[in-house]
């Protein structure tokens, strides 16, 4: 399985940006999808979560700004990040976990560089 993440850039405090995860058919129909980060130094953590019923969750660092969605037409998951702050500055992760985390996929990361 392999997931592909995209949409990483440099962008100014206050701007935004989208986050694309792409997998193969139907993954995330089955799977949590969950968007990871990790800024240099620090550890990774989780941002935000989408169940396959369509809950949601957040970090409480990024909510009423982000926001996850899936599109399972084209196999994607995406997170919105409005309102970006320099904090916000990270590698960010695309996962797909199953079964408890017994099935557990990462894409490679993109890197979302926040300026001042």
């Known amino acids: 399985v392999q997931l592909q993440a995209s949409g990483g850039g440099l962008v100014q405090a206050g701007g935004s940006l989208t986050l694309t995860c792409t997998a193969s058919?139907?993954?995330?129909?089955?799977?949590?999808a969950n968007w990871y980060r990790q800024a240099p130094g620090k550890q990774r953590e989780l941002v935000a979560t989408?169940?396959?019923?369509?809950?949601?969750n957040y970090a409480e660092s990024v909510k009423g700004r982000f926001t996850i969605s899936r599109d399972n037409a084209k196999n994607t998951v995406s997170l919105q990040m409005n309102s970006l702050k320099p904090e916000d500055t990270a590698i960010y992760y695309c996962?797909?976990?199953?079964?408890?985390?017994?099935?557990?996929?990462w894409g490679q990361g993109t890197l979302v560089t926040v300026s001042s």
């Open positions: 989408l169940t396959t019923r369509d809950s949601t």
């Open positions: 058919l139907n993954f995330f129909s089955i799977h949590v």
């Open positions: 996962n797909g976990q199953r079964q408890g985390g017994l099935y557990d996929y």
